[in-house]
Structure formats: C-alpha cells, structure tokens
C-alpha cells in the first residue's frame, strides 16, 4: 500500500503543507503578481473555475522564467497557456480516435489468422502461448470481460445459441481493450505467428509489440484526460529500421515524447486506411494553435 512517506526518500526533508485556500479572486490576483497578463479577466475567471487552476499550471510552466518562484517571463497572456490547453485536449480526442482504428484492426488480425491456422477456439490452447502463468492471467481477464458484457448482443445471442465455456475467438476479442490485445498478441509462443500479423502492418512482431505495449499506456493517459504535450512516458517502444521513409521521421533521442507515438500512428493509420485524414486533422490542429513541436519530441523543426 502507497503511504506518504513513500513520497520522499528522506522523511526529515518532509514539511507541512502550508499553502492557503485561494478564491478565484485570489488565483486570479496570484498570476497577476507573478508577471501573468489578460486579454479578458472575467473569461479568465471562468476557466479557472472549471478547470482547475493546478491543472492548467502543467502548462503554464513552460512560460515561467523562474519555477522556484513561479514568475512569468515577459508578455505571458494567460490566452498562451489557454490556447495549449485547449490544443492538448484536442490532441486527446485525436488520439483516441486513431488508437480505436489500430485497436479494432490489430483484433481483426488476430482472430482472423488464429482461426484460420488454428480453429475457432484457438485462444483455448495454452500450448499456443509463451508463458503459461500470463495466458491463464489473461484467459481470467478475458472471462471477465465477457460476463461483464453478457448483456451485448453478439455475446448473449452465442450463448443463447451455444453451450459452451467461450465464444470463438472472433467474439472475443470484440470485447478485448488494447491492453488486453497487446498481451494476447505478445504472448504468442512461436515469432513466426507474431510476424504473420506483423507483416500486415509493414513491421516486425517487436516492433507491434512493444508498441501496443506504449500504446496502452497512451491511450490510458489519453482516457484519464491527463496531459500529453511535453508529457515523458514511463514507456517508451522500440522503433523500427523499415520501412525508411518511417525511420526518417522518428527521433531516436526523444523517445518518451508524444512525437514518435504520432508518427507511428500516422504510419498505421495510413496502412488500415489509405485514404485516411487523420494526419490532415493532425497538421491542421498542430498550426491552428500555433505549436512548437519541439516540446513534442520533434527535432526536425
């Protein structure tokens, strides 16, 4: 269990936490003081209030000239630090909305070719899989899943219809999240059944794998409404040698940055779907809010 002094690694540093409450007024008086200007001071009020004045400092510290005392550098408007957050939000949805295009496609494969090599009920056998312990982990998950959603209409109809422990692994994996997808994926024993899929994609299986593996951490940053821009996942993914136009975009050095994962997405987005407009959304939502992608993991700007 997570205690508080789990915080520190040296409990003697510890003090007590001895900030005030601050009115609207008062936060709105604070930023002023610390060198923060305003268009409009009413609208800025106003998200404040709905946004929470500690979230909205996660992006307010790139403009700080001092983050010891928490001073703006010249001609901070509080509208800058809006108009990132706003364009973070917006980069979530997008986000989302390509994660379930690749999730719902690496699921398709999945079933499609364990089936076609292996029958219906192939995620039953347990000698298909690397380590035992992590397919009984993930077969348990997977029952959950559909008793949870038994009341769905392709599930409940199999069973209606069906007696048996699972629906076929093309039911299933309609209720696998891409967490779950990632495990069943990467636990697959032989490479050559990893790459089959793989190769679908232009890739090699570490490749999707450790991927699907960032992707779930992504999406679930993405998911909780926390922030993306300048944020340094914990985990990062392998990148790929081919295809080089591919390569070329990627940036070896920053590769905890939200930049990478784009390019990635980008490139899978294009392969389910070549006439796919997600990077046309991409580009346009980057330059309406005038963004440097540089806190992004970019260094080609």
Known sequence: MLTPRSYSLNPSQKQSFSKPFLTL????????????????????????EHLNYYRLGGYWLLFESDHETHTFKENVYFEDVLNLYIFDRELRLLILDVIERIEVSIRSKFAHY??????????LMPELFYSSDYYYKTLLNLKSEIDRNKNELFVKHHFDKY????PPVWVCVEVMTI????NWYSNLKERKHRQAI??????????????LHHLTTVRNVA???????NRKFTIDFVLPSYPVEL?????????????????????LMNTISKDSMWKSRLEELINTHNIDTTRMGNISK
């Open 25 to 48: 007024d008062e936060q709105l008086a604070q930023l002023k003081y610390r060198g923060m200007k305003f268009h409009d001071e009413k609208e800025a009020k106003h998200y404040l």
């Open 114 to 123: 364990l089936a076609k090599c292996f029958g219906s009920h192939a995620h």
């Open 163 to 166: 007696n048996e422990e699972l």
């Open 179 to 182: 967490g779950q997808i990632s």
């Open 198 to 211: 793989a190769k679908d994609y232009g890739l090699d299986e570490k490749i999707l794998s450790s991927f």
């Open 223 to 229: 998911a909780h409404h926390s922030r993306l821009w």
């Open 247 to 267: 390569k070329k975009k990627l940036n070896p050095v920053s590769r905890r940055y939200i930049y990478n994962t784009l390019m990635m997405c980008e490139y």
